[in-house]
């Protein structure tokens, strides 16, 4: 399985509706919204294009628009560690980010990858989605422990500006 098919099959795995894939290049971005089946298609178009940026979102929306009110599919929680900003290395970030889950001060990741300026950490969830037919929301909880993460790992460089549902991260 190749690298594409593998974070589709990871994080989108029980996931429905749309996902926004979007595209950084000399500081020009786009982005785009596709159905989850079209991903590795649309992703494989670009990944031969040098000094190109990919971005997906995390969790999954019911209409084609990237927003908060669209979210569908709850798929990880995630928090972005920026050790360049903080001037940590990425890895001693990591050695950290190992005593914390074998501490049981936050639970261990389910996938960690070097971003190159940092850590993307992701923690799977198993069919979570937004809002129940009950209108019960799932995003005010999820919303908080994304909080709650960025706050225990502030001290490695966690960027509260990304603890965001709707927010993009760079594809491994």
Not at 18 to 29: C, D, G, H, I, Y
Not at 43 to 70: A, Q
Not at 100 to 121: A, K, Y
């Amino acid at each position: 399985m190749n690298d594409i098919e593998y974070f589709k099959e990871t994080l989108y795995k029980n996931s429905k509706g749309f996902v926004s894939l979007a595209f950084s290049k000399n500081e020009q971005w786009n982005e785009y919204i596709y159905r989850i089946k079209e991903l590795g298609t649309q992703m494989t178009l670009f990944e031969s294009t040098k000094n190109l940026n990919i971005y997906s979102s995390v969790n999954t929306f019911y209409n084609p628009k990237r927003n908060f009110e669209n979210l569908y599919s709850l798929n990880a929680l995630f928090c972005d560690i920026d050790c360049v900003r903080h001037n940590i290395s990425i890895k001693e970030a990591y050695k950290e980010l190992v005593k914390l889950w074998i501490s049981d001060i936050i639970p261990e990741p389910s996938l960690v990858i070097n971003s190159g300026n940092g850590l993307h950490i992701y923690w799977y969830l198993e069919t979570c989605y937004a809002s129940t037919k009950n209108k019960v929301s799932f995003v005010p909880t999820y919303q908080a422990l994304l909080n709650a993460f960025s706050k225990k790992l502030a001290f490695l460089g966690a960027d509260f500006k990304t603890a965001e549902p709707s927010r993009v991260l760079g594809v491994p």
